[in-house]
């Protein structure tokens, strides 16, 4: 089992930054794959960036590709998400997600996903 947890949620003004941490604890040596989604009220939850450990590959959806960086820290099992030019429809809740066998052509799809966090709230004030 892998356990994650999310932080660095929080409002910030449109234009601003913030950076979401993730860190994963129990069996991370079998982790393949990290990523982030987010979800807004009414709304399916959508990727928003994906790293493969293996690789160091990274994906971006393409509404926030220019804006936020995804990065791992493979020591601390723990990955980032650096979110500049906050905009008012980033908000949402953010959770992180982790699977020992997600890749290039599935790290975009939450149901590959076998790990989630409890998540972490954004919200992005105009």
């Known amino acids: 089992q892998v356990q994650l947890v999310e932080s660095g949620g929080g409002l910030v003004q449109a234009g601003g930054s913030l950076r979401l941490s993730c860190a994963a604890s129990?069996?991370?040596?079998?982790?393949?794959?990290m990523g982030w989604f987010r979800q807004a009220p009414g709304k399916e939850r959508e990727f928003v960036a994906a790293?493969?450990?293996?690789?160091?590959?990274?994906y971006y959806a393409d509404s926030v590709k220019g804006r936020f960086t995804i990065s791992g820290d493979n020591a601390k099992n723990t990955v980032y998400l650096q979110m500049n030019s906050l905009k008012p429809e980033d908000t949402a809740g953010y959770y992180c997600?982790?699977?020992?066998?997600?890749?290039?052509?599935?790290?975009?799809?939450?149901?590959?996903?076998?790990?989630w966090g409890q998540g972490t709230q954004v919200t992005v004030s105009s």
């Open positions: 997600a982790a699977d020992p066998t997600v890749g290039r052509y599935s790290a975009s799809t939450s149901g590959a996903y076998d790990y």
């Open positions: 790293i493969t450990w293996s690789t160091g590959n990274t």
């Open positions: 129990g069996r991370t040596f079998s982790i393949n794959t």
